[in-house]
């Protein structure tokens, strides 16, 4: 079950950050390179967007990506979500949708995407990378609706060439923590 709820929550992929004084630490092409950029055209549209997740595709094991989502959230009900791509060292306006995701506004300080894939790295995901050469790693920054929310860092590997299962860890993205691990 948590499986299958952590691959839907990465199936959603594509949100955002909230301030950039959240963030614990900002590398070239990581999920906090273009945080303040997204912030900054979030803050444009004038309507209170906050900061629900940020996601990537094809992140590299160092933590890094060609181009990073960011979503943000108005403060309307019910709320209309709004995307953001990085490309580019740029951040331009992506889509925007009423579907409801079940993910609250991310208050917490995180850790970035570098650190995160190094966590995953340890906990399986090098492992993981070494027995299936053709792979993937999505990874996703989010806070679930809930009551106490931590922010996590959902990640996963997945082999391109062979029917392997995907491995994936849910991290405290605040302790560095893993919480859940496939077996």
């Not at 920054?141 to 590997?157: F, K, Q, R, S, V």
Request: charged share 15%.
């Amino acid at each position: 079950m948590k499986a299958s709820m952590t691959l839907s929550i990465i199936s959603i992929c594509c949100f955002g950050c909230n301030q950039k004084s959240l963030v614990t630490s900002v590398a070239v092409n990581t999920a906090a390179y273009s945080l303040n950029d997204a912030n900054n055209l979030a803050d444009s549209y004038g309507i209170g967007l906050r900061l629900m997740g940020i996601s990537g595709i094809n992140i590299k094991e160092d933590g890094t990506a060609e181009t990073w989502s960011y979503g943000y959230a108005d403060t309307l009900e019910p709320p209309t979500y709004h995307w953001f791509q990085s490309t580019d060292r740029t951040v331009v306006f992506d889509s925007n949708t009423s579907t409801p995701l079940g993910l609250g506004v991310i208050t917490h300080s995180w850790l970035n995407s570098d650190t995160a894939l190094r966590i995953a790295d340890r906990n399986g995901g090098f492992i993981y990378r070494s027995q299936h050469p053709g792979y993937t790693i999505v990874a996703f920054l989010g806070e679930p609706a809930a009551p106490n929310p931590a922010t996590y860092w959902w990640i996963t590997y997945q082999s391109k060439g062979d029917s392997a299962k995907p491995f994936f860890l849910t991290i405290d993205a605040r302790t560095g923590e893993v919480s859940f691990k496939s077996t």
